[in-house]
């Protein structure tokens, strides 16, 4: 008969932070809020979900206004989504879990950003047959906005009062689509080679890391979701 009760154990973290049980609150995307803004029912939802588990998981947080996947989608772009973000880290933590802030930013699927009128982009300016927008290639300001804005949400985290972020770093996300091949056709610094095509998630990585070592709070969680895929997905497939 198989054991569980090591689930229901304490976990210490690599930060030293310790954690009440082994069960994780998925980033469950309700896409709901108000034009990034935090509403009483995402508050209202989140709390029951929160109150038994080690540690609860916010749906993705775009970082800046060009990498809007979905109306609905949470924001950590502004200052004044600090508020609501203060609320709902505050609900998720009520009951000892701790609180995590995933962040991301959705590059050349940001079809809620081009909706609203806002500029699309990705690593590399190709066609993309499932899209009906144009989808510019970044520039190398475009890049280090980019990195500073996952720097700069993770500071609205801390201030929000989260005892960590989250990166989404799959589902042919922003930084996905700089890993992959297939997607990525630069010939500078960021593209080309595994290890150039590694350099702006690892870039972000450190401006992330930056932020919390700024912010003095060595205990605040960082968090990395990953998918690498090791042939091409159904949709990337198509560009093949």
């Known amino acids: 008969m198989t054991n569980y009760n090591k689930l229901f154990e304490p976990i210490t973290l690599g930060n030293g932070v310790q954690v009440r049980n082994r069960f994780m609150l998925a980033p469950m995307c309700d896409d709901s809020a108000d034009h990034g803004q935090v509403i009483n029912q995402q508050v209202t939802y989140m709390e029951p979900r929160a109150n038994y588990v080690g540690i609860a998981d916010t749906g993705y947080a775009y970082v800046n206004d060009s990498g809007i996947q979905v109306d609905g989608q949470l924001s950590a772009a502004h200052d004044s989504d600090i508020p609501g973000l203060t609320k709902l880290a505050k609900v998720m933590k009520k009951g000892g879990a701790k609180a995590i802030l995933q962040l991301s930013h959705a590059g050349r699927d940001s079809g809620a950003s081009n909706a609203n009128g806002e500029r699309v982009y990705a690593p590399s ?72 095509r590694m350099a702006f998630p690892l870039a972000v990585q450190k401006a992330v890391k930056e932020a919390i070592t700024e912010s003095g709070k060595h205990d605040f969680i960082f968090g990395w979701r990953c998918l690498l895929y090791t042939s091409p997905s159904p949709r990337d497939r198509s560009l093949s």
């Not at 300001?141 to 990195?147: G, K, P, T, Y």
């Not at 630069?186 to 150039?196: H, V």
């Open 125 to 196: 300016k190709m066609d993309f047959p499932w899209l009906n927008y144009e989808v510019d290639e970044m520039t190398e300001a475009d890049i280090e906005q980019v990195i500073s804005d996952f720097k700069t949400a993770t500071h609205r985290a801390i201030k929000a009062g989260f005892d960590g972020i989250e990166i989404h770093n799959c589902n042919h996300d922003l930084l996905q689509q700089f890993f992959s091949a297939i997607s990525n056709h630069r010939t500078d610094q960021w593209g080309g080679s595994l290890e150039k």
